[in-house]
């Protein structure tokens, strides 16, 4: 290993890049699927671009939570991200 | 690389100028040390994770390429070069002896792309309760071959086992679950170690130095390969987490954004509705699938959209449609579909077949892509799909092997057991699949294709063959010992299969090429390609290269070999 990890930096990351990228991905999919045709964009356009970014995004989430300074904070960035995703999702499909 | 302590890096500044020194000179890296770092062992720790499961992945997903073509392979009853036979012609026989049974589905699949043969399914009426009828028919000669329920397409199973392994769809589900997660952290393979070379990219890009130790040589292999693969690997990794994951992906947004209604998700699709064609017990007549056809819109018939596959819902009743699917030969995005009513023929609803939806058009697109299925261009974007599906399954296996390398210590018998363990699995796993599938080749050549439980016996050619070289490669003395003779045999295999094509499939190359058989001729050519690579790899692991790397204890070397600086570019 080039990076003197940590026990806790390696498991906090692992499970933050594996488990919060999942729920940010699916979350990331659902926001572009409810507010794109809020915003006039074709549910078929929507969709379709959440199909396809989605899988690039996870691996974002998980190049984002293993770069964070800690286990920690890779689940800051990877949680309040789905969060805001999730609020964003919410105020969308109920307003 | 020399490592110092920050006090020996302290030591090893210049003493400070009194003058103001110049502007310090870039480094070059694009990314900097820490990030760097820890994106290197992202990439090497899900290298390691996902590896094997790649490897088996891009392997057997370089046959499955050829997966029609392998059909007509295995069993020569298949071969057509031209369709002679008529739809209506193919169906005439089976109805005669086995009617459809009342309100059932009858699927009729149309000789396209590779496939030179019918494939016919639907169900008959047998006591009180119904069976199916499932057969594929020569689209040349109209031989037909039924086919068991439950069992693969063919009386071979060989094109089905590769096909399937591909995605791991022998552990059913869950496996093709576990194919599409490798694909998304193929995809942060992917993205980590273009971020860890982007600096050296140009340089890496063509420095390949199969004279030097064994070690360097297998590091420039996995850059060079890799950074060749480069788009062919992300195009894989997207469009195969989309397949593999597809359920995963649309389900959140089907129950949120369609309220769970998965027929409106799939209209946006196609963009039609599927009419309602619920049996309503009446009888009808059914018209035949030349009518069928004469009725599609004018754009089917230009020559641009081919009839793949029609089924007709609820055969023999009132309410009963033909649902027919197209395939576009200009385009990669259109969804061909139309829908005429069963009785009369008429056209009840029909997509622009040249068109898309943006979902459709998305779908189709990622499929066509994943399939190499590129209108003119197919055959020659498959035999690049194909070389460049062995280079990644290349890619990985070299990357599983200087992972062990890399960590081995200076004295080898100090090597981690799990280290041992992990060379000995990559021998067994990589070189043994690479071994065990010109077995398997060879099985469906020797047997007779109409033998009893020919199909069992591929599976163990397959599968026990496989398991037999896993467990030798760690029975022998060392991993490099294993992967030695397993790529010799595995070699010098591969080149004996074309022959057996000749001598029991009568398929010599020049008989295949007179005849138009391309796949054929280019699934036999490709065997003479990789028996020749196999061979000159095994040759590769010679006793001096050995001594300096991985041998020694058994698995690790008796001095750990650097390895060498690359050259500077100009």
Same mark, same amino acid.
């Given at each position: 290993m080039k990076h003197d990890w940590t026990r806790g930096e390696a498991w906090g990351k692992a499970t933050a890049a594996f488990f919060g990228g999942l729920v940010g991905f699916i979350l990331f999919g659902l926001a572009v699927g409810t507010v794109l045709p809020d915003l006039g964009i074709p549910i078929g356009v929507a969709v379709a671009i959440s199909v396809v970014v989605s899988m690039p995004v996870w691996t974002g989430f998980v190049v984002w939570a293993v770069l964070a300074p800690s286990g920690r904070g890779a689940w800051l960035r990877v949680g309040g991200t789905s969060l805001v995703l999730a609020g964003i999702t919410a105020i969308a499909y109920f307003i | 690389m020399e490592t110092l302590s920050r006090p020996q890096r302290a030591a090893k500044q210049p003493p400070a100028s009194p003058k103001p020194s110049p502007a310090p000179k870039k480094?070059? &890296?694009?990314?900097?040390p820490r990030p760097f770092k820890l994106l290197w062992d992202t990439h090497s720790v899900t290298g390691i994770l996902i590896g094997l499961g790649l490897f088996v992945i891009f392997y057997a997903g370089a046959f499955a390429l050829y997966r029609g073509e392998l059909h007509t392979w295995a069993d020569p009853a298949l071969r057509a070069t031209e369709t002679r036979v008529t739809p209506d012609e193919v169906v005439a026989p089976f109805f005669a002896e086995f009617p459809p049974a009342p309100a059932k589905d009858v699927t009729l699949t149309y000789p396209f792309h590779e496939r030179s043969y019918y494939y016919l399914r639907y169900q008959t009426p047998e006591g009180d309760t119904t069976r199916f009828v499932q057969a594929v028919i020569n689209a040349e000669t109209g031989q037909s071959f039924d086919v068991p329920v439950g069992e693969s397409l063919g009386r071979s199973a060989l094109s089905n086992m590769l096909y399937r392994l591909h995605f791991f769809a022998q552990a059913g589900f869950w496996g093709q679950i576990i194919a599409g997660l490798i694909a998304v952290f193929f995809l942060l393979a992917v993205v980590s170690g273009v971020l860890i070379h982007l600096r050296k990219l140009p340089k890496d890009w063509h420095t390949f130095r199969p004279k030097m130790k064994l070690r360097s040589a297998l590091a420039d292999a996995h850059t060079v390969l890799g950074l060749i693969g480069l788009p062919f690997a992300a195009m894989y990794a997207i469009t195969g987490a989309f397949l593999a994951l597809l359920i995963i992906l649309l389900a959140p947004t089907v129950i949120v954004v369609f309220e769970g209604d998965a027929e409106a998700a799939l209209g946006l699709v196609y963009d039609m509705e599927v009419p309602e064609h619920e049996p309503t017990g009446v009888e009808a007549p059914m018209l035949s699938f030349a009518d069928y056809e004469a009725a599609l819109p004018s754009t089917w018939g230009d020559g641009t959209v081919e009839v793949t596959t029609i089924t007709i819902h609820?055969?023999?009743? +009132?309410?009963?449609i033909a649902d027919i699917y197209g395939d576009a030969t200009n385009t990669i995005t259109a969804a061909p579909r139309a829908i005429l009513k069963g009785s009369t023929a008429e056209l009840l609803v029909a997509n622009d077949p040249t068109g898309a939806t943006p979902l459709g058009g998305t779908t189709s697109a990622i499929t066509n892509l994943h399939y190499a299925r590129l209108g003119t261009w197919a055959p020659l974007a498959k035999i690049l799909y194909f070389l460049l599906a062995l280079a990644t399954a290349a890619v990985v296996l070299t990357g599983n092997i200087l992972w062990v390398l890399v960590r081995?210590? &200076?004295?080898?018998?100090?090597?981690p057991k799990l280290h041992r363990f992990l060379a000995r699995l990559t021998v067994g796993v990589g070189c043994g699949l690479v071994l065990a599938v010109p077995v398997l080749f060879l099985t469906t050549q020797l047997l007779?294709?109409?033998? +009893?439980?020919l199909k069992t016996w591929e599976h163990v050619a397959l599968f026990g063959t496989w398991g037999a070289l896993i467990l030798a490669a760690f029975a022998g003395p060392t991993a490099i010992w294993a992967a030695r003779w397993q790529l010799w045999a595995a070699g010098v295999l591969s080149l004996l299969v074309p022959i057996a094509s000749g001598v029991?499939?009568?398929?010599w190359p020049w008989i295949a090429a007179s005849n138009g058989w391309w796949g054929i001729l280019t699934i036999d050519l490709g065997f003479v390609l990789m028996g020749v690579v196999l061979i000159w790899t095994a040759k590769r692991l010679k006793p001096d290269a050995l001594t300096s790397t991985i041998s020694g204890d058994g698995d690790g070397a008796a001095v750990p070999a650097p390895v060498a600086p690359r050259p500077a570019v100009s």
């Amino acid at each position: 290993m080039k990076h003197d990890w940590t026990r806790g930096e390696a498991w906090g990351k692992a499970t933050a890049a594996f488990f919060g990228g999942l729920v940010g991905f699916i979350l990331f999919g659902l926001a572009v699927g409810t507010v794109l045709p809020d915003l006039g964009i074709p549910i078929g356009v929507a969709v379709a671009i959440s199909v396809v970014v989605s899988m690039p995004v996870w691996t974002g989430f998980v190049v984002w939570a293993v770069l964070a300074p800690s286990g920690r904070g890779a689940w800051l960035r990877v949680g309040g991200t789905s969060l805001v995703l999730a609020g964003i999702t919410a105020i969308a499909y109920f307003i | 690389m020399e490592t110092l302590s920050r006090p020996q890096r302290a030591a090893k500044q210049p003493p400070a100028s009194p003058k103001p020194s110049p502007a310090p000179k870039k480094s070059g &890296k694009l990314v900097g040390p820490r990030p760097f770092k820890l994106l290197w062992d992202t990439h090497s720790v899900t290298g390691i994770l996902i590896g094997l499961g790649l490897f088996v992945i891009f392997y057997a997903g370089a046959f499955a390429l050829y997966r029609g073509e392998l059909h007509t392979w295995a069993d020569p009853a298949l071969r057509a070069t031209e369709t002679r036979v008529t739809p209506d012609e193919v169906v005439a026989p089976f109805f005669a002896e086995f009617p459809p049974a009342p309100a059932k589905d009858v699927t009729l699949t149309y000789p396209f792309h590779e496939r030179s043969y019918y494939y016919l399914r639907y169900q008959t009426p047998e006591g009180d309760t119904t069976r199916f009828v499932q057969a594929v028919i020569n689209a040349e000669t109209g031989q037909s071959f039924d086919v068991p329920v439950g069992e693969s397409l063919g009386r071979s199973a060989l094109s089905n086992m590769l096909y399937r392994l591909h995605f791991f769809a022998q552990a059913g589900f869950w496996g093709q679950i576990i194919a599409g997660l490798i694909a998304v952290f193929f995809l942060l393979a992917v993205v980590s170690g273009v971020l860890i070379h982007l600096r050296k990219l140009p340089k890496d890009w063509h420095t390949f130095r199969p004279k030097m130790k064994l070690r360097s040589a297998l590091a420039d292999a996995h850059t060079v390969l890799g950074l060749i693969g480069l788009p062919f690997a992300a195009m894989y990794a997207i469009t195969g987490a989309f397949l593999a994951l597809l359920i995963i992906l649309l389900a959140p947004t089907v129950i949120v954004v369609f309220e769970g209604d998965a027929e409106a998700a799939l209209g946006l699709v196609y963009d039609m509705e599927v009419p309602e064609h619920e049996p309503t017990g009446v009888e009808a007549p059914m018209l035949s699938f030349a009518d069928y056809e004469a009725a599609l819109p004018s754009t089917w018939g230009d020559g641009t959209v081919e009839v793949t596959t029609i089924t007709i819902h609820g055969y023999g009743d +009132e309410n009963a449609i033909a649902d027919i699917y197209g395939d576009a030969t200009n385009t990669i995005t259109a969804a061909p579909r139309a829908i005429l009513k069963g009785s009369t023929a008429e056209l009840l609803v029909a997509n622009d077949p040249t068109g898309a939806t943006p979902l459709g058009g998305t779908t189709s697109a990622i499929t066509n892509l994943h399939y190499a299925r590129l209108g003119t261009w197919a055959p020659l974007a498959k035999i690049l799909y194909f070389l460049l599906a062995l280079a990644t399954a290349a890619v990985v296996l070299t990357g599983n092997i200087l992972w062990v390398l890399v960590r081995r210590p &200076k004295d080898p018998r100090a090597t981690p057991k799990l280290h041992r363990f992990l060379a000995r699995l990559t021998v067994g796993v990589g070189c043994g699949l690479v071994l065990a599938v010109p077995v398997l080749f060879l099985t469906t050549q020797l047997l007779p294709i109409d033998m +009893e439980g020919l199909k069992t016996w591929e599976h163990v050619a397959l599968f026990g063959t496989w398991g037999a070289l896993i467990l030798a490669a760690f029975a022998g003395p060392t991993a490099i010992w294993a992967a030695r003779w397993q790529l010799w045999a595995a070699g010098v295999l591969s080149l004996l299969v074309p022959i057996a094509s000749g001598v029991f499939g009568d398929a010599w190359p020049w008989i295949a090429a007179s005849n138009g058989w391309w796949g054929i001729l280019t699934i036999d050519l490709g065997f003479v390609l990789m028996g020749v690579v196999l061979i000159w790899t095994a040759k590769r692991l010679k006793p001096d290269a050995l001594t300096s790397t991985i041998s020694g204890d058994g698995d690790g070397a008796a001095v750990p070999a650097p390895v060498a600086p690359r050259p500077a570019v100009s």
